[in-house]
């Protein structure tokens, strides 16, 4: 290791958290120091690298190829680092689980069941993770993730935990006495989105709709679209399973759906061995699946 030909630690911390929360302020935050001080420790790495890297954009930061580059690089190179360090100190015995989920599956599936996971299991402690974006377990130091889609992401292991697919759902009030919807009608009615929505669009547009055509309202977060969708003011994309309350009770009816061969929640381990503890996290979340 040549560490002469590296910028110093100090500055590629600072431009790691910065590009990461896109943003000084909040780097400055999670580092207890000023958001002046992160800016400038991240145009000095510009100046030594004689590369631009990152740019304001709106309230937030943005980043060039290069600093887009960097970013990926420094998140793996100090998540490895990190997960390393972690699995050498802790006591493995008593160390957490560590399991990442989208916030929406942690509220409306798992934690109105957990309960009965440490009852069975009061000697393994959990550390759970709602995560919006999709986590290297390795590089983010997780021991176990559930993740929708396909089940094929590359360098994990991925076993089928209940097959599910997107819906449209609406209320009562919405459907005025409708049970469903065809294309056409929706194609008319309101809409509200979160911001990052890649993969509903792309469901919408394999059910025949245009996203850039639809009168959609957006809004930051899944929560909020959730919200203003049980308020009635418009069609929102879920997942079924997950609504199975609210539709059992008529809060929310599931106006369009349409299930792919494949498509559900998945439980992805890292490849190898794992310890018992996770076996029988494992068994416990099949069980439940099995049972309902």
């Known amino acids: 290791m040549d560490w002469r030909a590296l910028p110093s630690l100090s500055s590629l911390r600072a431009f790691e958290a910065a590009s990461r929360l896109r943003s000084f302020s909040a780097a400055g935050r999670e580092l207890n120091v000023t958001h002046a001080a992160i800016a400038q420790q991240v145009r000095a790495l510009e100046a030594e690298l004689g590369l631009s890297l990152a740019f304001r954009e709106g309230r937030g930061l943005g980043l060039t190829a290069e600093g887009q ?42 934690m109105p069941r957990l309960g009965e996971f440490w009852k ?26 559930i993740r929708c889609g396909r089940g094929d992401w590359p360098g994990v292991d991925a076993q089928m935990l209940m097959p599910t697919g997107y819906s449209v759902m609406a209320t009562p009030s919405l459907m005025k006495g409708r049970k469903s919807l065809s294309v056409q009608e929706m194609s008319v009615m309101p809409w509200l989105a979160e911001d990052d929505w890649p993969e509903q669009f792309a469901w919408l547009r394999n059910a025949g709709l245009d996203p850039d055509t639809l009168p959609i309202s957006r809004v930051e977060t899944e929560e909020l679209a959730r919200a203003g969708a049980r308020a009635g003011y418009g069609l929102h994309i879920e997942i079924a399973a997950l609504c199975k309350e609210e539709l059992e009770d008529g809060r929310l009816v599931e106006a369009f759906t349409s299930n792919e061969p494949g498509f559900g929640y998945y439980i992805v381990t890292r490849p190898g061995v794992h310890k018992p503890a996770l076996r029988s996290l494992v068994r416990w979340l099949k069980s439940v699946v099995d049972r309902i």
């Open 69 to 110: 580059a960097l970013s990926n690089g420094l998140r793996d190179g100090f998540g490895t680092i990190q997960t390393t360090i972690s699995d050498l100190t802790e006591a493995q015995a008593g160390r957490p689980i560590r399991l990442s989920m989208t916030p929406s599956f942690a509220n409306r599936w798992l």
């Open 120 to 145: 069975q299991h009061p000697d393994i402690p959990l550390s759970l993770h709602p995560e919006r974006n999709i986590v290297d377990l390795r590089r983010d130091g997780r021991d176990i993730a």
